[in-house]
């Protein structure tokens, strides 16, 4: 079983849509970060976060520690918003995990 | 550009050949990362510094790899003896402050080694 998982693997959704990706991780953690990987393969941290909400733009991050779960929520979606999230934790045993990533394609 | 630099971006070596990454970091950052993403994956955890010193390794980090970071700046990643299975994209981070783990993390572009 893998430390962080990730829900959908895939998923489309129309331009202006609201969309949610969730991810739960089983270990400890001192932060929860939220990238965005191009198919450039170049890597954008979004989000880190350990407790709370944040926002930015059209972003929303959220995290329930006592549940272990994130979700990352974007607003009034547009095609240049396509690209892979990855949810990645820092356990606090100083290692990180990674998700396996979501695959968003915004279609005009 | 002060972002974090990789080099080379792309490397394609025969098997059992020696390869070596280098990564810079933002200048002020005292922490650097290296993982590893193979296709279809998401990026796994190899080993990080604190300025010069390699706190952490993660047991995917075989005898064949070593990583270094002689003066707490640049950092080298080394493959010996290459095996199809290292064919991956190695990304480097890095990140600063006081937080430790809980910083920000800043990509470089990567280096996808290719191994024939």
Known sequence: ?108 | DTGVSQNPRHKITKRGQNVTFRCDPISEHNRLYWYRQTLGQGPEFLTYFQNEAQLEKSRLLSDRFSAERPKGSFSTLEIQRTEQGDSAMYLCASSGGAGGSTDTQYFGPGTRLTVL
């Open chain 1, 1 to 108: 079983k893998n430390e962080v998982e990730q829900s959908p693997q895939n998923l489309t959704a129309q331009e202006g849509e609201f969309i949610t990706i969730n991810c739960s991780y089983s270990v400890g953690i001192s932060a929860l970060h939220w990238l965005q990987q191009h198919p450039g393969g170049g890597i954008v941290s979004l989000f880190m976060l350990s407790s709370g909400k944040k926002k930015h733009g059209r972003l929303i991050a959220t995290i329930n520690i006592q549940e272990k779960h994130s979700s990352l929520h974007i607003t009034a979606s547009h095609p240049r918003d396509s690209a892979v999230y990855i949810c990645a934790v820092s356990s606090t045993g100083n290692q990180f995990y990674f998700g396996t990533g979501t695959s968003l394609t915004v279609i005009p």
